[in-house]
């Protein structure tokens, strides 16, 4: 048994911990989980065009995605799949996309930007592979910050604000930096032997889960309430200096004959304004829908202002789906994100966006046939 001090507290690690820590690391899918993974809840038997460029595998195996899929529309005879990893290039039937994280110095934000490539263009991708391997690690350097935060004095005014903010008391929030300090050896003692992409701040979360037969949900659904709060402040307080610039990212993608579009722009308008060259917006996202008809309206005014000859703008909608999400224990998903799947974008046919994507001559079979043309051309 080792024993870790921590202040006035002694925590233990015990095989408990050592199991729990193997159960939020496994990459191992029980039959329940690939069960779970390959029957979707809803089967879309009429949706012939499937537009799907906007979603996350994480560490869920492409060929359990594509049954899934391939059951959620049977009858699908038009197709544009490309997965977006964060800061990690993926490939599906000959295209591959990454969601990188960046800066706009213009408005002084971290923004993602949506990069798509035919896959045969990137076999000589040394500049832009380096530039998304080096942004990859800011998550798990936010994960540091994030324990650190909970554990150093240095960080105290942090916990402060977090406490105030959700008015957790000094026994919860010993209780957690107990916990975390026990999660923080672990790290350190196993960190060679897990996939670099578990190292997120997601770790923390599927940690304490693992708590809840032991002290029950009331006391870990607090924890996670703190939790959230103390992230939000880590995530303000990371520099963003460490991201390569939008304009940087635009430039390596156009080298390499790459395609680009903005996600969820409502949640950083004055990227509307910032004059990337993009190919297009998301005007619809599970959780960017506020302004659909809006942001339609947006591009179609900037298409009608451009030169003749100019590349228009295109718009997309993008499902956002987690597929990581889904291999939870279904009691403890976040509903909101285990809801969405790849392709399912029902503002499409949504009759009141509807008028304005006719309008802007937009709608799922154009988006695809001229979207592979940019990409294949």
């Known amino acids: 048994m080792i024993e870790l001090k921590l202040g006035s507290e002694d925590t ?22 690939i069960e779970r993974l390959i029957t ?7 949706q012939e065009e499937l537009l799907a460029v906007h979603w996350h595998p994480e560490f869920v195996p492409m060929d359990l995605i594509r049954r899934r899929i391939n059951t959620a529309f049977p009858n699908r005879s038009l197709e544009l799949i490309i997965p977006t990893q964060h800061n990690s290039i993926l490939e599906y039937d000959g295209f591959s996309g990454v969601e990188i994280d960046c800066y706009a110095p213009e408005f002084n934000r971290k923004v993602q930007l949506l990069a798509h490539f035919r896959t045969s263009r990137l076999k000589e991708a040394h500049t832009l592979n380096e530039m998304i391997n080096h942004t990859f690690e800011y998550r798990s350097r936010q994960l540091y910050d994030f324990i650190d935060t909970l554990l150093e004095p240095e960080y105290a005014t942090r916990l402060q604000e977090a406490a105030v903010e959700t008015g957790a008391d000094e026994d919860m929030i010993r209780f957690t930096k107990n916990h975390t300090a026990k999660l923080k050896w672990m790290l350190d003692e196993y960190k060679a032997e897990i996939p670099s ?5 997601k770790l923390l979360r599927d940690y304490f889960n693992t708590l809840r037969n032991q002290f029950g949900d009331k006391l870990v659904d607090r924890v996670h309430v703190f939790l959230r709060s103390v992230k939000r402040i880590v995530k303000r307080e990371f520099t963003l200096e460490y991201f390569y610039t939008a304009r940087e990212v635009v430039e390596e993608v156009r080298s390499m004959g790459g395609c680009l579009v903005i996600p969820h722009p409502e949640q950083f308008w004055p990227i509307l304004l910032a004059n990337f060259d993009v190919d297009g917006y998301e005007v619809w996202n599970p959780q960017s829908r506020e302004y659909t008809e809006f942001l339609v309206s947006v591009v179609d005014r900037q298409n ?19 597929m990581g999400e889904k291999v939870r224990d279904p009691a403890l998903q976040e509903p909101e994100k285990a809801g969405r799947e790849i392709g399912v974008q029902p503002a499409w046919d949504d009759q009141s966006i509807k008028r304005s994507l006719v309008t802007a001559n937009a709608n799922r079979r154009s988006t695809i046939e001229e979207y592979r043309a940019r990409l294949t051309g």
């Open 12 to 33: 233990e690690i015990t095989a408990d911990n050592l199991s729990r820590w193997r159960q939020i690391t496994s990459r191992e899918l029980s039959p329940e989980q």
């Open 197 to 201: 992409e578990i190292l997120r701040n």
């Open 304 to 322: 009608r202002s451009r030169c003749r000859g100019e590349q228009s703008l295109m718009i997309f909608m993008g499902d956002d789906c987690h």
């Open 40 to 46: 979707p809840p809803q089967v879309y038997p009429d």
